[in-house]
């Protein structure tokens, strides 16, 4: 890979909408000329334009943008929450024509009802599929495990912290084992320290699984720590402008942030919104 100017940092890849990933076998996931109009009386509003993207077994991608240029409506078209104007959205080489089993989703607001205890909570999932929870309590003692909340599973969602609850949110997401986990900028209300905390939980959680994850963000920082890929998008409409390969080691600690490398992704990313006029210069 070539440099990014400045601090010797590891390059972001020549930045190309619909780049695929290693071009090894199909893609878990592909997108392809995805575009979405909303209709309404006041007249039509295109949300997305002409996404092509592949996306490969067990990586962890981050899709980043400003407000409004389509980055929870392109996670709605991978969950099959929203039909297509035109184009393809596929998982495995099937066609997305309704939310498929193999997928959880975890939304930006936790939506734990509170008159439930914390486990049935996360047992949800599995009452809605009509399995039987008995047969599911021990994977999810497992994932309470997993996010340090194992004496809270008796406690209600009213007694718990932000942060807490969206572990719990994860946790339900998680109960399925899915292959692909869709995650809709899950710790956007989260104070700084929670948010950190959180990001270390869920990179610690991707390299125990490699699970597929589809990750939203406003946060360049976030996108850059978390991922494997960086989807770049502007609006008006929604479209990828840049896809970036994060080549910093895993498992990644909080003080990668201060390196030269993780600078330069972040320097390039702020610079690729700068020329779009999303970002002031020095913002």
Same mark, same amino acid.
């Given at each position: *890979?070539?440099?990014?100017?400045?601090?010797?940092?590891?390059?972001?890849?020549? &930045?190309?909408?619909?780049?695929?990933?290693?071009?090894?076998?199909?893609?878990?996931? %592909? =997108?392809?000329?995805?575009?979405?109009?909303?209709?309404?009386? #006041?007249?039509?509003?295109?949300?997305?334009?002409?996404?092509?993207?592949?996306?490969?077994?067990?990586?962890?991608?981050? /899709?980043?943008?400003?407000?409004?240029?389509?980055?929870?409506?392109?996670?709605?078209?991978?969950?099959?929450?929203?039909?297509?104007?035109?184009?393809?959205?596929?998982?495995?080489?099937?066609?997305? =024509?309704?939310?498929?089993?193999? +997928?959880?989703?975890?939304?930006? $607001?936790?939506?734990?009802? @509170?008159?439930?205890?914390?486990?049935?909570?996360?047992?949800?999932?599995?009452?809605?599929?009509?399995?039987?929870?008995?047969?599911?309590?021990?994977?999810?003692?497992?994932?309470?495990?997993?996010?340090?909340?194992?004496?809270?599973?008796?406690?209600?969602?009213?007694?718990?912290?932000?942060? *807490? #609850?969206?572990? /719990?949110? =994860?946790? $339900?997401?998680?109960?399925?084992?899915?292959?692909?986990?869709?995650?809709?900028?899950?710790? &956007?209300?989260?104070?700084?320290?929670?948010?950190?905390?959180?990001?270390?939980?869920?990179?610690? *959680?991707?390299?125990? +699984?490699?699970?597929?994850?589809?990750?939203?963000?406003?946060? =360049?920082?976030?996108? /850059?720590?978390?991922?494997?890929?960086?989807?770049?998008?502007?609006?008006?409409?929604? %479209?990828?402008?840049?896809?970036? @390969?994060?080549?910093?080691? #895993?498992?990644?600690?909080?003080?990668?942030?201060?390196?030269?490398?993780?600078?330069?992704?972040?320097?390039?990313? %702020?610079?690729?919104?700068?020329?779009?006029?999303? *970002?002031? #210069?020095?913002?």
């Amino acid at each position: *890979m070539a440099a990014l100017p400045g601090d010797g940092a590891p390059a972001a890849p020549a &930045g190309v909408a619909g780049a695929s990933g290693d071009g090894i076998g199909e893609p878990y996931v %592909r =997108i392809a000329g995805l575009d979405k109009t909303y209709h309404s009386e #006041r007249g039509d509003v295109e949300a997305l334009k002409a996404i092509d993207l592949d996306i490969r077994n067990g990586e962890f991608i981050s /899709v980043l943008g400003p407000s409004g240029c389509g980055k929870s409506t392109l996670l709605k078209c991978i969950a099959g929450l929203e039909d297509l104007t035109s184009g393809d959205v596929a998982i495995r080489g099937e066609p997305v =024509i309704e939310p498929p089993k193999d +997928t959880g989703i975890v939304f930006q $607001r936790d939506v734990l009802l @509170d008159w439930r205890s914390v486990l049935d909570n996360i047992l949800l999932p599995i009452e809605f599929a009509r399995l039987r929870t008995a047969d599911w309590r021990g994977k999810a003692l497992e994932l309470l495990h997993l996010f340090e909340l194992e004496d809270f599973a008796d406690r209600y969602p009213w007694e718990l912290s932000g942060g *807490m #609850r969206q572990r /719990v949110a =994860i946790c $339900r997401g998680l109960i399925r084992d899915p292959s692909l986990l869709l995650m809709d900028e899950p710790f &956007g209300a989260l104070d700084a320290i929670t948010r950190d905390e959180l990001n270390l939980e869920l990179e610690r *959680m991707w390299e125990a +699984t490699h699970k597929t994850i589809v990750f939203i963000t406003h946060s =360049i920082p976030e996108a /850059v720590f978390l991922s494997s890929r960086v989807v770049v998008m502007s609006r008006n409409p929604g %479209r990828i402008v840049e896809i970036l @390969d994060i080549d910093l080691d #895993r498992p990644r600690a909080l003080d990668i942030r201060e390196t030269p490398a993780f600078s330069g992704y972040v320097r390039h990313i %702020r610079e690729i919104f700068e020329g779009l006029g999303v *970002m002031k #210069r020095g913002q």
